[in-house]
């Protein structure tokens, strides 16, 4: 059989592209032929196991050398299973075994440092040996980190892929059965964003899915974990190329959703609707030149209605930059000019705090909020002041005692500066 020859060497496959396996195809995915690959069977779909996933394949492992047979999962029926990607296995599996996909079987190849170097293994493995291992994927579990702020808190493990490729997004409707610490399944039918009772995470693990996928979802700390099965969906409905007037229609709506879930502190969904409704006014093609200045207009109080609700959850920096925005199409807004010097304020930026305080109460005089928030920041300001004033006293203190041992110590130091003035003079 001729050999089709690939260069995709790396010490890290994850970091660099590595060509699909063709039946015959020969693959360097390590420096100095560290691992080399040599496709048996392909593999079928497109994806492959990443760091994390747990594996499980079978294997015949030999020696380069002579072809001896020293260990082979299929002589003990029963598939290898382990953590990609984590050190539980030699360096030469985790690099291959990344290239693989789902029922492809290739020869690994596996130099003595991507295998058991000069230590060896047992009796079986002399030491800075070679060798050959014949492995065939047979499936994975993927665990990936699906929280907002990627810190750990949300992972999904993939229990059975889904089909296709298309996911739910915000605002889609969707079928599923959920399990909670393997509780009877229940079927479930909800719109992501629209429904109050629906858990955060399985928000989270919905937008993620495809039709069929079953996926277990785990929360950091915590002992409780939930199977979903999404079983149907329907997209979202689109946002760009909508006429005008539904523009408006849509908008409209979001914002008054928006405004519902705000009332019942339901804030981060209020969040959302508000970003959705933004996201309809945003699109101006198609629109002549009134119509776009009533777009932006409109996009006025959807800013300031998303300010506050970013401004409740402490999201000063979010909030500084929808005020921004507002200001940008009405500079002299009062509810932006204070809820950005609210927002400034909490990062201390008391600068610019009073620049927009300054600036509402030129504009509205009798604004008691504006007043409000300008008393909070003397009080703030107030108590720094008095606060540098002890920090500085005392250093000045320290410092003072400190020159006043000093001279007791050297007493003569002064005549001598007395001494070098009459000499000068």
């Known amino acids: 059989m001729d050999e089709k020859y690939s260069d995709a060497s790396s010490d890290s496959c994850d970091e660099h592209f590595v060509e699909d396996a063709k039946v015959g195809m020969v693959q360097e995915l390590a420096p100095n032929k560290g691992v080399v690959k040599e496709c048996l069977v392909e593999g079928e779909g497109t994806h492959r196991p990443t760091k994390g996933s747990k594996v499980s394949v079978h294997y015949v492992g030999t020696l380069a050398s002579n072809g001896e047979k020293f260990d082979s999962s299929r002589d003990r029926g029963e598939p290898f299973v382990f953590d990609l990607g984590k050190g539980s296995v030699i360096r030469g599996w985790d690099v291959g075994v990344a290239t693989m996909k789902k029922g492809e079987k290739s020869i690994l190849t596996c130099a003595p440092d991507y295998a058991y170097g000069s230590a060896g293994a047992g ?82 693990a919905l937008e993620t899915m495809k039709k069929g996928e079953v996926c277990k979802i785990m929360l950091a700390g915590s002992e409780v974990e939930h199977e979903l099965v999404l079983k149907n969906f329907e997209g979202a409905k689109q946002v760009y190329g909508v006429p005008y007037d539904e523009r408006l229609t849509e908008a409209g709506k979001r914002k008054d959703q928006g405004n519902d879930f705000y009332k019942a502190k339901r804030v981060a969904l209020a969040i959302r609707k508000y970003e959705k409704a933004i996201e309809f006014l945003d699109d101006e093609t198609s629109t002549d030149d009134a119509q776009k200045q009533v777009l932006k ?89 008095a606060k540098d004033k002890q920090r500085f006293g005392n250093m000045f203190a320290k410092l003072a005692k400190m020159e006043a041992t000093e001279a007791e110590k050297n007493p003569t130091a002064e005549e001598t500066k007395e001494e070098k003035a009459v000499e000068e003079a």
């Open 297 to 385: 207009s409109t996009k006025v109080p959807l800013y300031t209605n998303l300010a506050a609700a970013q401004l409740f959850e402490n999201n000063f920096k979010k909030c500084i930059e929808t005020c921004g925005k507002a200001l940008d199409i009405e500079p002299e807004n009062t509810k932006a000019l204070l809820r950005r010097a609210k927002a400034y304020n909490g990062v201390d930026s008391w600068t610019e705090c009073r620049r927009d305080l300054d600036k509402l109460l030129d504009i509205d005089p009798k604004n008691a909020d504006g007043a409000k928030e300008l008393e909070k920041l003397k009080k703030k300001m107030k108590a720094q002041d």
């Open 123 to 204: 009796g079986s493995i002399p030491p800075n040996s070679t060798l050959k291992f014949e492995v065939e994927l047979l499936s994975w579990i993927d665990t990936t980190d699906i929280s907002k702020n990627k810190d750990g808190s949300v992972m999904k493990k993939t229990l059975k892929d889904g089909n296709g490729w298309d996911t739910p997004s915000y605002e889609s409707a969707c079928t599923f059965t959920i399990s909670t610490n393997g509780s009877e399944p229940k079927e479930v039918q909800a719109t992501i964003g629209e429904a109050t009772d629906l858990l955060p995470e399985v928000e989270l």
